[in-house]
């Protein structure tokens, strides 16, 4: 079974600045997708970006980007010019690329408390 | 994307009594999910509910406890049967995005609290 850790409970950082969470996996499986997605108080999950784990460059959506290493089996989150309304739960997630037989659903790490400074 | 409602928003429910959450989609979709929340926790995947055939259950979880309804492809009921306070969680439903890859939208969630 994958598993997905995040070892990081909380991080803190001054608005405007970067921040960067990290996230490692494991798994057997060559094909596979990595999500990140933010949960503020309003409980609300938001894909933040997303990756092809066959696709070597690195996913980027404005201010977020990714920096993934599958030989490390690595997916980190980069949050670059922080503001007030990235303050949430972040959780790095894990999909097979193989679907059915119960794979399709999300194995989710324990996220990361992002705490944004004023 | 998708547009899911979820009902209810919250509840408090006594113990050994049961709770139906509802979720509808917008959309057509193949599968469902359904994931529980716990207090200060992350998101663990129930179950996946297919159209017209059983729901596939994760280790932890039995259908005898959660229950799942998909009688068409839009909309999909996970029940809580005999309510005790550690089932005390958010319930959350999602759909995959052209089959996950793309991505997943989740409902607003589901509060629990079992008294």
């Known amino acids: 079974a994958q598993t997905v850790t995040q070892s990081q409970p909380e991080m803190s950082v001054q608005e405007a600045e970067t921040v960067t969470l990290s996230c490692t996996y494991d798994t057997s499986e060559s094909d596979y997708y990595l999500f990140w997605y933010k949960q503020p108080p309003s409980r609300q999950m938001i894909l933040v970006i997303r990756q092809e784990a066959y696709k070597q460059q690195n996913a980027t959506e404005n201010r977020f980007s990714v920096n993934f290493q599958k030989a490390a089996k690595s997916f980190s989150l980069k949050i670059s010019d922080s503001q007030l309304g990235d303050a949430a739960m972040y959780f790095c997630?894990?999909?097979?690329?193989?679907?059915?037989?119960?794979?399709?659903?999300?194995?989710f790490g324990k996220g990361t408390h992002l705490i944004i400074q004023p | 994307s998708a547009v899911i409602s979820q009902k209810p928003s919250r509840d408090i429910c006594q113990r050994g009594t049961s709770l139906t959450i509802q979720c509808q989609v917008d959309?057509?979709?193949?599968?469902m999910f359904w994931y529980r929340q716990q207090p200060g926790q992350s998101l663990t995947l129930i179950a996946t509910?297919?159209?017209?055939?059983?729901?596939?259950?994760e280790s932890g979880f039995v259908i005898d406890k959660f229950p799942i309804s998909r009688p068409n492809l839009t909309f999909s009921t996970l029940t809580v049967s005999n309510m005790s306070p550690e089932d005390s969680s958010i319930y959350l439903c999602s759909v995959g995005e052209q089959g996950g890859n793309y991505g997943y939208t989740f409902g607003s969630g589901t509060r629990l609290t079992v008294v």
């Open positions: 959309s057509q979709v193949t599968m």
């Open positions: 509910a297919n159209q017209g055939s059983e729901a596939t259950y």
């Open positions: 997630a894990y999909r097979s690329a193989w679907t059915g037989g119960g794979a399709d659903g999300l194995t």
